[in-house]
């Protein structure tokens, strides 16, 4: 170690930010805003969920509802990437919803 060379302080990891169960639920309905604005996402999730778009609307307010969509996302990492880097939070974050969210 040189100790005339300057110290360049190592970045520190970004921790999970601590969720609510609002905050869980608002970060969910950003998942659904996500999987809506892409044209191939959307039938993925409508086929999985069962749902057509009516009942997709008429069940945003439902806890579990909202956990199944985390689900979808959190099913293939890319999609957890992707959705992760829209909303600006760190990757994990939806896992931490999920678990509020219930079971």
Excluded: H, W, Y
């Excluded at 044209?39 to 008429?58: I, T, V």
């Excluded at 069940?59 to 985390?70: C, K, T």
């Excluded at 992760?84 to 994990?92: C, M, R, T, Y």
Aim: charged share 25%; aromatic share 6%.
């Amino acid at each position: 170690m040189d100790p005339f060379k300057p110290c360049t302080p190592k970045p520190r990891p970004v921790a999970p930010p601590r969720l609510t169960d609002g905050g869980a639920e608002a970060l969910a309905l950003r998942a659904v805003a996500f999987i809506a604005a892409d044209d191939e996402l959307l039938p993925q999730f409508l086929a999985a969920s069962g749902c057509d778009l009516e009942a997709l609307k008429r069940r945003l307010a439902e806890p579990n509802f909202l956990a199944g969509v985390l689900d979808f996302i959190l099913a293939d990492e890319s999609r957890v990437l992707a959705f992760s880097g829209q909303v600006d939070l760190p990757p994990e974050t939806a896992l931490l919803a999920r678990a509020r969210l219930g079971p």
